[in-house]
């Protein structure tokens, strides 16, 4: 396995305030790697910089091999990004959106035709084609962006809360959609605030005050604090972060 | 009572902490009057205009002097016919015409009085007023220095005559058109988008499960605005007084009374278009959509009514500002009292009224 | 405290039925859960019960009072924080508490003592925007905000929903001491595992209850025995899992899977699990979990 992202000392200041200090760690192809820290632990910046959409202040850090200063461009059409809060639009169809996707990272007409079908036929959506994304149920909308989100082929996706207020039962057909992508490959950056999901990674780090604070397998750390599940090391290390205001 | 009172005051605090609308508040109307004046402060030295002296005695040779030294004009050439004139004015070469009749110095010495001519090209409605009345106040000028010297109370009687657009469509009428443009815009949007904003924010919903009274929340959401309109009214007032010479002639009491019932009006369009919206994005296109065109289209400053068809001088008639903008022309330009504008704020007022009972009536003390 | 019978409501003119014939009640000094994902039908709930919505049909009373003709009486009696709840941005801590507290008639002082502890964790920023507290952090002045005039029942919709797992569990703490001074609490959530934290749960999905009680309740009627599988390779392990013939259902929690069977248990799963060539493999007897009886509920065929 070769590491698709990399980074040394990855640190980003905003005046005094140092929002993410000194990260370095690695991921590797076709895993799924769980990005985790309390509200304003560094979480968003972090991925921000990773996404290529904000420049770090010192470190390093390369992304499927291209420098995150240098080559943010090759970055970007390299990696793919899905918010629970920003996916699709909802006033245009499912088909419309997939089209517009594609469309934007380069798919020829022919691609697109192409990919439009095989993703309306894996999620099975063809019914709702013409449909507006807006009268979808918000699981379907969430399982359609991820896999808008990986059409055009990149090496990783990154997902911010991706599965946030959906029904249990949807949530873990998200997942299934997870682990068949990361099984062809595809790199899974995630975050959530379900720690149940935390589990579902490969390796899981949490941030707190800026810096990463473990950095392991689930089963690695819950051994490591003497912990039953991954809320309790989540709160074990949590529990007494001074940014808790910010 | 006191849960009033600090609504109001929260309010202040969230107006005056979002710089950016209070820029735009304040902001448009200095910018149109600062813009405006610049525009015509820059056109009236030097204006070319003709002087016709049909009489060629002493006195008018003393006026056509006293115009010729002036930095406002620059005589082009004296004329002798008619036709003359006529062709002058058509090539858009001059401003300005200057006519003395044969017997003006006769006139003058046996009535006392005497007329002189002027004729301005009112096609450019502001150079219009402007070159005028620096003429009159040059004639004016002489008048006192015949009235001195002579001891008898001379008369020379400038008969102004516009040429092309009589009725002056524009210059002060700039002014009244930008208070009924800038009231109408800032008070329905600001209105429709403080309430839109706490429905987005959740607020809403906490503020009508809560024992305070729905008037009340229209009322501190109106009060600010309210001021906030007035204090935009006396600015723009005091701007057109300094940068176009444009004072206040009638009473500024009856002015701010009409004013305070505009905005009232406005600020009640802007609550209906509130209940309508969702966003605060859409209520802002509602209030633009929604009034800027009937504003800038019937109000009348920008197109004269008289000259649109029927069905849209009828509809005309609904648009508040139509009546405001009478009021003030009538108040600001030409002095007239309450007498003369009782009818158009009877009209205003009664819009207020309506508007403000429907939209109090149509405020929801629950969601939809 | 709280009853609701037979509530309907629908939007869109009745193309979109948000809730279908709702019943229970909430005794008084209960914190009672309303469990479900977005769109269950929650938020038009808690807007029937603070009289912000009418329902279409059925009756409600809170705290004795009718929803619709009482609503002025209800309005003074309770605390109610919306889901998009966000406060004031641009007035700070203070500011927001002190508007809140005013526009309920009171003071910050007159009931202080009911807020002092929550309010004494966010006191150090007491002079920032609201717009720039954290999520937990405005969790709480939100709270605050709500609590400051003393409501005899409190309503809070999805108080916890993008906060930390350490901000929530604080925020828990402080319901069950409120609910200890006596107060009413409804609460909303989606994160199934806050369950445990309420004395009574109805679950709820696309506007039906599927189920409510006690939690030990609702976990003692799950009709089937559960099993939870662990092998190496989870993603495979499900797959292989779900192709077996016998499995009822199979979903991924955490490390394991939960799994039922149609005929009672079937322990030559293990056997042919290792005929896929997995290690590590380990099944043994579990209790359900909240989720697990949602999850059952949901889809009670399998």
Same mark, same amino acid.
């Given at each position: ?108 007409? &022919? /691609?697109?035709? =192409?990919? @439009? ?7 099975? +959506?063809?019914?709702? #084609? !013409? ?90 750390? &819950? /051994?490591?604090? =003497?912990? @039953? ?7 074990? +290390?949590?529990?007494? #972060? !001074?940014?808790?205001?910010? | ?368 | ?302």
């Amino acid at each position: 396995m070769k590491p698709v992202i990399t980074t040394e000392r990855l640190t980003k200041r905003f005046g005094d305030f140092v929002a993410a200090s000194e990260l370095t760690f690695e991921v590797d192809q076709g895993e799924i790697f769980g990005f985790l820290g309390a509200n304003g632990a560094g979480k968003t910046t972090a991925m921000r910089m990773l996404c290529g959409l904000l420049a770090p202040s010192s470190g390093k850090a390369t992304i499927a091999g291209f420098d995150i200063y240098e080559q943010t461009k090759e970055i970007k059409t390299k990696i793919g990004y899905m918010s629970q809060k920003f996916s699709l639009y909802d006033d245009i169809t499912v088909s419309e959106n997939i089209r517009f996707y594609a469309g934007i990272y380069g798919m020829s007409t &022919k /691609q697109i035709k =192409a990919k @439009t079908h095989e993703l309306l036929e894996e999620l099975q +959506l063809e019914s709702e #084609a !013409k449909t507006l994304v807006r009268e979808l149920p918000l699981g379907w909308k969430q399982k359609l962006a991820f896999s808008v989100s990986i059409a055009h082929g990149p090496d990783i996706v990154f997902l911010d809360e991706p599965t946030g207020g959906v029904d249990p039962v949807t949530r873990r057909q998200f997942w299934d959609l997870i682990y068949s992508a990361a099984d062809k490959g595809v790199t899974v950056f995630v975050t959530t605030h379900y720690m149940d999901e935390a589990e579902y990674c490969n390796r899981v780090s949490i941030m707190v005050d800026g810096v990463i604070a473990a950095l392991d397998s689930p089963n690695n750390l &819950k /051994q490591q604090f =003497a912990a @039953t599940n991954m809320e309790d090391v989540f709160y074990e +290390l949590a529990r007494n #972060a !001074k940014r808790k205001g910010d | 009572m006191k849960q009033l009172i600090v609504f109001i005051k929260k309010e202040f605090l969230q107006v005056f902490r979002d710089k950016s609308t209070l820029l735009l508040l304040f902001g448009l109307p200095i910018a149109q009057i600062v813009l405006f004046g610049f525009a015509l402060s820059n056109e009236i030295k030097d204006s070319k205009i003709v002087v016709a002296d049909y009489a060629k005695d002493a006195v008018t040779a003393q006026i056509i002097n006293k115009i010729a030294s002036s930095k406002y004009f620059d005589i082009e050439r004296t004329l002798q016919s008619a036709d003359q004139l006529q062709t002058a004015f058509k090539k858009g070469a001059i401003k300005l015409a200057v006519i003395f009749p044969v017997n003006f110095a006769h006139d003058l010495e046996h009535t006392n009085k005497a007329s002189i001519q002027i004729i301005a090209d009112a096609s450019d409605p502001n150079t219009a007023t402007a070159v005028t009345a620096y003429m009159t106040q040059i004639i004016n000028d002489y008048n006192m220095q015949l009235g001195r010297g002579a001891g008898l109370p001379l008369q020379i009687v400038p008969e102004v005559q516009m040429l092309y657009n009589p009725g002056l469509q524009g210059a002060p009428n700039f002014v009244p058109g930008v208070m009924a443009l800038v009231l109408m815009l800032v008070c329905t949007m600001m209105t429709s988008v403080a309430i839109v904003k706490e429905k987005e924010l959740g607020t809403m919903e906490v503020l009508l499960v809560s024992p305070f009274k729905p008037l009340y929340i229209i009322i501190a959401k109106l009060t600010p605005n309210l001021i906030i309109s007035i204090l935009n009214l006396f600015i723009i007032l005091i701007l057109s007084s300094i940068f176009l010479d444009l004072q206040v002639r009638g009473s500024i009491l009856l002015l701010t009374i009409a004013s305070t019932i505009f905005i009232l009006t406005s600020l009640s369009i802007g609550l209906l278009l509130s209940i309508g919206a969702n966003t605060q994005q859409g209520a802002m296109t509602n209030s633009l959509m929604g009034m800027m065109l009937p504003t800038l289209l019937l109000t009348g400053f920008m197109f004269p009514i008289e000259n649109m068809p029927l069905a849209l001088q009828w509809l005309s008639n609904i648009v508040p500002s139509r009546w405001y903008f009478i009021i003030v022309k009538k108040v600001m330009l030409k002095g007239l009292g309450f007498t003369s504008v009782w009818k158009e704020v009877l009209i205003l007022a009664s819009m207020c009224i309506f508007l403000f009972t429907i939209s109090l009536r149509k405020f929801k003390i629950r969601l939809q | 405290m709280i009853e609701l019978n037979h509530i309907k409501k629908t939007y869109s003119k009745g193309l979109v039925t948000a809730l279908k014939d709702i019943s229970f009640s909430v005794n008084h000094g209960e914190l009672f859960g309303l469990i479900g994902p977005d769109g269950a039908g929650k938020t038009t709930l808690f807007r029937i019960l603070t009289t912000l919505l009418l329902a279409d049909d059925g009756t409600a009373t809170v705290n004795g009072l009718d929803v619709v003709n009482d609503y002025k009486q209800i309005r003074n009696c309770v605390g109610y924080m919306p889901g998009k709840f966000s406060l004031y941005q641009d007035l700070t801590v203070e500011e927001n508490l002190h508007f809140f507290a005013t526009i309920f008639g009171t003071t910050i002082k007159e009931n202080y003592t009911l807020v002092k502890e929550i309010y004494q964790q966010i006191e150090p920023f007491k002079d920032r925007m609201a717009g720039k507290l954290s999520g937990g952090m405005k969790q709480k002045l939100g709270l605050c905000c709500a609590l400051i005039h003393k409501p005899d029942v409190l309503f809070l919709d999805e108080p916890t929903t993008g906060v930390d797992v350490v901000s929530r569990r604080e925020f828990w703490e402080m319901l069950r001491k409120l609910k200890k001074q006596g107060i009413t609490i409804l609460v909303s959530t989606p994160y199934m595992d806050e369950a445990n934290l309420c004395d009574r749960i109805a679950l709820i999905q696309k506007g039906e209850i599927l189920s409510i009680d006690t939690l030990a309740k609702i976990i003692e009627s799950f009709p089937k025995d559960l099993y939870a599988i662990k092998s190496a390779n989870i993603f495979k392990l499900l797959q292989d899992v779900r192709s077996y013939p016998g499995v009822g259902s199979c979903f991924a929690f955490g490390d394991a899977l939960h799994v039922t069977f149609n005929n009672s248990s079937d322990k030559d799963v293990i056997k042919y699990l290792h005929s896929k060539d997995h290690t590590d493999v380990s099944m043994k007897l579990i209790t359900p979990s909240i989720e697990d009886c949602f999850i059952h509920l949901l889809s009670p065929s399998i």
